[in-house]
Nanobody, 121 residues
Framework: QVHLVESGGGLVQAGGSLRLSCAAS????????MAWFRQTARRFVAAINW?????SYSDSVKGRFTISRDNAKNTVYLQMNSLKPEDTAVYYC?????????????????WGQGTQVTVSS
């Protein structure tokens, strides 16, 4: 089992940037697909495979957000640029033991507690 803790959320003006981090403990994340979801209804944002050489994004964030991972640091990141008010949400980090870029929350067994991102207009 892996324990996930998100950080990096906050308040930012529209057009600004934030970088979210998801630190894992308990087990190495190198054998987990990692993903970010956001409220409501745990909407898919982005996912990255075990090695980090394959990613997937929702249409709403494609070209603005970048997911990356550092397996040596057991950490996954979400760089968010050109933020919009509609990006306001609680962002959750999730882990899936299969090496697949799943977009459905039910495919992920491990979840963090979330970090709030608020984008003002």
């Amino acid at each position: 089992q892996v324990h996930l803790v998100e950080s990096g959320g906050g308040l930012v003006q529209a057009g600004g940037s934030l970088r979210l981090s998801c630190a894992a403990s308990g087990r190495a994340v190198s054998t987990y697909t990692m993903a970010w979801f956001r409220q409501t209804a745990r909407r898919f944002v982005a996912a990255i495979n075990w090695s980090g050489n394959s990613t997937s994004y929702s249409d709403s964030v494609k070209g603005r957000f970048t997911i990356s991972r550092d397996n040596a640091k057991n950490t996954v990141y979400l760089q968010m640029n050109s933020l919009k008010p509609e990006d306001t949400a609680v962002y959750y980090c999730a882990a899936d033991h299969e090496d697949a870029l799943d977009i459905w929350p039910e495919d992920y067994a491990e979840w963090g507690q979330g970090t709030q991102v608020t984008v003002s207009s």
